[in-house]
């Protein structure tokens, strides 16, 4: 059963680098049918969709965060990251790591399964 | 962006009652291959957001029959037969049939 964990600092200063690690456990990440996603929860409740990555490379970002957002993948580590840059105090939240899965004709597609989350507060 | 807007935000209800979340979106949800992607994610307190519906009516793994999802176009419900303890938490919806993928704000229910 695939497990996600993320890990990273969870204090970061205004107008520093964000930067969070998700790593894969029970099952590869370089699997065709998958993306690679980070998703945050903001202290209202709201789910807002980063990014995701394909292990193969493709990558699309949340027009609204693209400028300051950089998602990577190491498939020999099973791992994938997330740099937000210039974080300011809006940038706190819960971030999860989780997995889209994309039918290939196109049927259906869902997050699943997600990681625990990390609370990031970007504060001095 | 397609913007999701649930209703009701907040859900007392009984236990044993049947409880109705609804979910519109600004635009259809219909893909080009005929299918609508639009799903629902539970939320527990504390825990993470986990897959409840696929594909408007299609249940996760695991979710219990009580859970039923329907819909089209723009408009969509979530329904429970008969809620129970376990079902207290936050429901979203969610479109992926373009970027960004959005949110609902969330509907939490709580028990009476």
């Known amino acids: 059963q695939v497990q996600l964990q993320e890990s990273g600092p969870g204090l970061v200063e205004p107008s520093q680098t964000l930067s969070l690690t998700c790593t894969v456990s029970?099952?590869?990440?370089?699997?065709?049918?998958?993306?690679w996603t980070w998703i945050r929860q903001l202290p209202g409740g709201g789910l807002e969709w980063i990014a995701y990555?394909?292990?193969?490379?493709?990558?699309y970002y949340n027009p609204s965060l693209r400028t300051r957002v950089t998602i990577s993948v190491d498939t020999s580590k099973n791992e994938f990251y997330l740099k937000l840059s210039s974080a300011t105090a809006a940038d706190t939240a819960v971030y999860y790591c989780?997995?889209?899965?994309?039918?290939?004709?196109?049927?259906?597609?869902?997050?699943?399964?997600w990681g625990q989350g990390a609370l990031v507060t970007v504060s001095s | 962006d397609i913007v999701m807007t649930q209703s009701p935000l907040s859900l007392p209800v009984i236990p044993g009652e049947p409880a109705s979340i609804s979910c519109r979106s600004s635009?259809?949800?219909?893909?080009?291959?005929?299918?609508?992607?639009l799903n629902w994610y539970f939320q527990k307190p504390g825990q993470s957001p986990q897959l409840l519906i696929y594909?408007?009516?299609n249940r996760a793994s695991g979710v219990p029959d009580r859970f039923s999802g329907s819909g089209s176009g723009t408009d969509f419900t979530l329904k429970i037969s008969r809620v129970e303890a376990a079902d207290v938490g936050i429901y979203f919806c969610?479109?992926?049939?373009?970027?960004?993928?959005?949110f609902g704000q969330g509907t939490r229910l709580e028990i009476k």
């Open positions: 989780t997995r889209f899965y994309h039918d290939l004709s196109g049927a259906s597609n869902w997050f699943d399964p």
């Open positions: 029970g099952g590869s990440i370089s699997r065709n049918e998958f993306y």
């Open positions: 990555i394909h292990y193969r490379g493709t990558i």
């Open positions: 635009q259809s949800l219909l893909y080009k291959n005929g299918y609508t992607l």
């Open positions: 594909s408007v009516s």
């Open positions: 969610m479109h992926a049939i373009q970027i960004p993928i959005t």
